[in-house]
């Protein structure tokens, strides 16, 4: 595949150099640093290469002397190094520090190949259950509890944020803090198997009363009917979705693959790769693995077009 949704919303400069929150900030002020540095250590090798190919003998022998390789190949890199390590790990500091039980809460699970994500209460209850996308208050900082439920993701909005590895058994907590409205793109950072390649994210930055009502209205719509109904919900049921995915407010209570509940309302389909409309959801649900090889969707291809739509009229409902 060419290209995806996420890199669509990544756009231009790289986001990495377009910090959006303070939490990014210092990771856009690292890269400048170490691609400065980069710069550097590039001119003085191709200096030194000039002068052993071209330059006086004398400034040969200089360059070549047991002295000058003690001081540029050991003692330089040495210190250099070592003062990066430690500078950098104290701006990234902000990015754990000083947590507390004040901040809004939200899950982040990796999964083969996508994210679960879970809105938390003070005690820690899910309130709303979705997936590959996460909602944010414009201005208020937000902690993660990052989790694994196989092998070791790493979750990245570099909008926002730096990475933090998402590991089985161990939860690991990140700052993440939105300081305009927006759609920011992200991934997973560490190589994880099969399609890693198109596992993505979309973190979506609201006004504070507008991040307010969403949540609120989600809250509501896990305790409700699902709307919607006749041959659509019926296909869904009959043709084993049910075993894998949830939707609220109906019999369907797998919990294999993403939580559908909100299906209808996000901006992407496949962990991030595709829009998300009636046409793509139509492709996914019948042929996922022409989409994205090796992912844990069977392709439904055994359905006829019109079932396949009653399905995705169905799930466009979800909302």
Request: net charge negative; glycine share 12%.
């Amino acid at each position: 595949m060419e290209s995806t949704m996420i890199e669509a919303l990544w756009g231009w400069p790289p986001p990495v150099f377009d910090p959006a929150g303070p939490y990014a900030e210092s990771v856009t002020t690292l890269a400048w640093v170490l691609l400065g540095m980069g710069v550097a250590v590039t001119a003085i090798v191709v200096a030194a290469l000039w002068v052993a190919l071209r330059g006086p003998d004398a400034l040969k022998r200089k360059l070549g002397g047991e002295r000058t390789v003690w001081i540029g190949g050991v003692a330089f890199p040495g210190v250099v190094l070592t003062a990066l390590l430690v500078w950098g790990l104290a701006l990234t500091a902000s990015l754990t520090a000083d947590i507390t039980g004040d901040e809004m809460r939200v899950r982040v699970t990796g999964e083969m190949w996508w994210f679960r994500v879970e809105y938390l209460d003070d005690d820690g209850n899910v309130l709303v259950a979705d997936a590959n996308e996460l909602h944010l208050p414009v201005g208020e900082p937000v902690v993660l509890e990052l989790q694994s439920a196989d092998v070791i993701h790493s979750f990245w909005v570099p909008h926002l944020s730096g990475k933090k590895d998402m590991i089985p058994g161990r939860t690991t907590l990140l700052r993440v803090q939105a300081d305009r409205p927006g759609r920011f793109g992200g991934v997973c950072a560490e190589y994880c198997g099969g399609p890693h390649a198109l596992m993505g994210f979309v973190a979506i930055a609201h006004g504070q009363d507008d991040f307010r009502q969403w949540l609120a209205g989600k809250a509501r719509r896990q305790a409700a009917s699902a709307p919607g109904g006749g041959a659509g919900r019926r296909q869904f049921m009959d043709s084993g979705c049910a075993a894998c995915h949830r939707v609220a407010g109906t019999p369907a209570n797998g919990l294999a693959g993403p939580d559908l509940t909100h299906v209808g309302s996000r901006q992407t389909l496949g962990a991030g790769i595709l829009p998300n409309n009636r046409g793509t959801l139509i492709g996914w649900i019948g042929d996922s693995q022409s989409i994205k090889p090796g992912n844990r969707m069977p392709s439904y291809d055994m359905l006829s077009a019109e079932e396949l739509e009653d399905i995705a009229i169905w799930l466009e409902q979800q909302k």
